[in-house]
């Protein structure tokens, strides 16, 4: 894979299924390096398999399609060039679409009332004068801000107290048909200073439920909690027990319980949030604690899909397994789960509706395809990825387990350029660090492959997919476990005579960055190094991050000494590696103070080293910053790696 094969990369969204089964609708996203901008559009796919997906609409991005439950309409959020996404409406059987929604700032995905005349949403309501809502006061010229809490604001969203999402409710309009007559207004159910999220109806259509954070120390704690509310906003009542992190709420059917993406329990100060996992749990409408439907111990949801999924009598969830993303069915009165999907696959979203589940699967060459799963067996639907694959530029990744110095199982993967080696070796490691590496097309791991580098990637511990006590047994020692497990697995790779073991470099994001950048401080074997959006000084970030105010208490500790042992910073004067360090400049999770203080530090020793700043990107500047963005990052690893570990691919004449 070139850098320029972005645009060539198809990224399908979660389905949504017809009531009747027959018909999937999926947002298909690109890059347009030409325009630099994204584009997506809703496709159509009969389950079946009687004939090949198919465009339904030609918005510029289109996106988060939902069918009414008689089957009638598709909402959807579409999104003009220089606008906010608002929310669509397409009658199924043909016509144009009719926007229902003018939000300033936007307008989250569409849920459908039980009698699918209405829309409930949410969306962020800006305090007057900012954000553009008074014509001529732009944002240099809007006044102070007074911060009083410690959550104020969030990586890729921005100041969040001024503009809290609150949930709406919106009517079709009575006259469909008559695209002259304004459209029903949206109804604000919702107030307060509080992010309402995740709506969904109770299904008798007389109340709402959602999450928010409004209880008294919601400023101290990651607790979120479910709250119901009538249709004319009173009524508003707290449904959890204020103990776990909720998401993504859905009644059952008969309406007498919900069921919820949670992490259970945040212990008694509501912070005990490393390898906390996330399970499906059931909880009474009423009120009551959550009942866990899979062991948070060995279970964590890893799925995208931007709801909880029932079909019938259990849950869909997707469950991270060693690098992969299982789909199961777990029933809802505890029964034993059921593996829809398994192997070597990721997946992404899905939905249901009557016996059809319809999947969103990634792997090593697809970034995602449907599969539909019914009782007459499994039939793959689409083919997005074939353009990229036709290339012939996708390489195939070797699973391979490894063992760290104290016996414990390294798993990861190796993956190789064609033709003889030895290669020069490039080692990756992921962020989170509650994050894995997995069975899916990752477009870092498919260029460097290409530009002639076998990359080497693992999943040390402190990563997800291997149970809560993977995940924790870094807690209060970062470099230390996980870094003997990724230097072990490292060491066992180079074992094959197709990696050059005297030709290795070394780069990583976020945690990758930290660990990466720990690394050279311990050692000059790696040829040169990447460093990306890192957490390079635990002090500073708790100061400076939107997590910083919990996260290095939860993962490093309080006590300056072992803050001191932790910080790559603090070990930077002995890197001698040269270090290319790059770093979005609005990123509010790893600030770029993090990334300019390592810079500094060796440019001013002399090390080899260089900034690389990307203006008005945010953390996720790799994974959806602007295409032209991407492509530049691209540009510049290669080049650097060029430099300090050449290949014949990217300037190496020598064949060496």
Known sequence: MRPNDLALLRTPGTPTVSPDGRIAVVAVGWPDLDADEYRSQLWAVPTDGSAPARPLTSGAHDTDPAFSPDGRWLAYLGTEPGGRPQILVLPAAGGAPRRLTAHHLGAGRPVWSPDSRRLAHVARVPEPGRY?????VDAIAEPPRLITTLTFRRDGVGFLRD?????????LPADFAGDTTPAPAPVQLTTG????????????????AFVSARHPRADRDLVHDVYAVHLDGTGLRRVTDGRGDCALPVYTADGTSLVVTAVPDLGPDGLDFVARQAVPCRVPAAGGPLAPLLDAELHQRGDETPGTVLAGEAVLVGVERRGAVELLRVPLDGGE?????????????????GDVVVAVVAHDRSAGELLAISPEGRRLLTGFGRELGATGRLHRAEQRTAEAPDGYPVHGWVTTPPGPGPHPVLLTVHGGPFRQYGW?????????VSAGYAV?????????GYGAAHGRAIRGAWGGLDADDVLAFLDAALADPALDADRVGIMGGSYGGFLTALLIGRTDRFAGAVVERALTDPVS????????WYF???????EPERLAAQSPLAHAHAITTPTLVIHAEQDWRTPLEQGQRLYVELKRRGVPSELLLFPGEGHELSRSGRPRHRLARFEHVLRWWARWLPTPANGDDTGA
Do not use: H, K, M
Not at 337 to 353: I, K, N, Q, S, W
């Open 552 to 558: 290095p208490d939860g993962y490093l500790g309080s």
């Open 456 to 464: 080497v990637q693992c999943n040390p511990r402190g990563s997800s």
């Open 337 to 353: 789960p059921e593996a829809l999907v398994d192997g070597p696959f990721t997946v992404r979203g899905f939905a249901a509706a």
């Open 132 to 136: 553009g809502t008074v014509e001529g």
């Open 440 to 448: 899916t097309l990752l477009d870092e791991i498919q260029v460097l």
């Open 163 to 171: 503009r809290p999402s609150q949930v709406f409710v919106v009517d």
């Open 541 to 548: 970030f708790a100061g400076s991050a939107d997590i910083g």
């Open 193 to 208: 200073d509080d992010d309402c999220i995740d709506v969904t109806w109770r299904p008798d259509g007389g109340e709402l």
